[in-house]
């Protein structure tokens, strides 16, 4: 069984930082892409950003220029630096990776229990 164990989220103030982390664990044969989506209560699920295994990225229009996305393949991690944040940031931010958990199984999506990121002064 794969898990996705994230961290840093909490709360920073309008034009602050944060960096979220997020690592594959378990029973794993190879990961693919990885990346981030968000959640305010009552909308849907949004992309932020994903990375290919070979590092390609592709963001959200409203966190360009402001997030960046990055991986260590080694650690099966995958980072999401947030800069010049802003209050409509304001979400559950879920990790999700699409991991193969044996060799010669199928390829499943997984998500993180999801981790808090609260913008405001």
């Known amino acids: 069984q794969v898990q996705l164990v994230e961290s840093g989220g909490g709360l920073v103030q309008p034009g602050g930082a944060l960096r979220l982390s997020c690592a594959a664990a378990?029973?794993?044969?190879?990961?693919?892409?990885m990346g981030w989506y968000r959640q305010v209560p009552g909308n849907q699920r949004e992309l932020v950003a994903t990375?290919?295994?070979?590092?390609?990225?592709n963001y959200a229009d409203s966190v360009k220029g402001r997030f960046t996305i990055s991986r260590d393949n080694a650690k099966n991690t995958v980072y999401l630096q947030m800069n010049s944040l802003k209050a409509e940031d304001t979400a559950v931010y879920y990790c999700?990776?699409?991991?193969?958990?044996?060799?010669?199984?199928?390829?499943?999506?997984?998500w993180g229990q999801g981790t808090q990121v609260t913008v405001s002064s």
């Open positions: 990375i290919t295994s070979g590092g390609n990225t």
């Open positions: 378990g029973s794993i044969f190879s990961v693919n892409a």
């Open positions: 999700h990776a699409f991991a193969f958990p044996a060799r010669g199984s199928s390829q499943r999506l997984y």
